[in-house]
């Protein structure tokens, strides 16, 4: 059986965002206790520990994950499709934007207003030449939280795994999720 160290739980409950008083009102004991216990000034029975671990088991269970939220059907273009391309895509699927990704890799991405700024008949050209930056990329253990903070300011996050795209996260999903 595996027995956490006092800082192994110290560092699960600062990595859930979780208070000392938090996580003594989840597992049912008292704050100065989980203190000496991080602290290793205490050797807590099995059963607080039990109680304890619970307590941290569940409260990553609230947790909203990157693999929870992603579509993991991603519509992409690639850097050497024609913007006309694009654009079709974008209509056929009601987005208002792609991500542009090379051999799995996010490189870019293409929005409306990204053709339009370009002017002119771009359809034939090249996405490469009217794309923007890519969107951020998380792992698939990013939190609800920072993927809201970047839809703060990005249209869509981007899921990888060892670089490789395995999702797309957009503004919709997280107020799907909220409503």
């Not at 698939?140 to 990888?160: F, G, P, R, W």
């Amino acid at each position: 059986m595996y027995l956490p160290t006092p800082n192994d739980l110290r560092e699960r409950r600062t990595s859930l965002e979780l208070t000392q008083s938090e996580l003594a009102d989840r597992a049912g004991v008292s704050q100065p206790l989980i203190a000496r216990i991080e602290g290793g000034d205490v050797d807590p029975r099995l059963s607080t520990l039990r109680r304890i671990v619970e307590a941290l088991d569940e409260a990553e269970g609230d947790i909203v994950r990157a693999g929870t939220l992603m579509h993991e059907e991603v519509i992409c273009v690639a850097p050497d499709d024609a913007v006309k391309d694009a654009v079709e895509k974008m209509q056929e699927a009601g987005y208002s934007q792609l991500p542009v990704i090379t051999n799995g890799v996010p490189v870019g991405s293409i929005s409306d207003s990204d053709v339009v700024s370009a002017g002119g008949d771009v359809g034939d050209h090249p996405v490469r030449e009217v794309m923007s930056e890519s969107f951020p990329t998380v792992s698939q253990d990013a939190s609800e939280d920072e993927i809201s903070s970047l839809l703060d300011h990005y249209k869509a996050v981007m899921v990888t795994d060892d670089g490789e795209t395995v999702g797309i996260i957009t503004q919709a999903d997280v107020a799907a999720r909220i409503s």
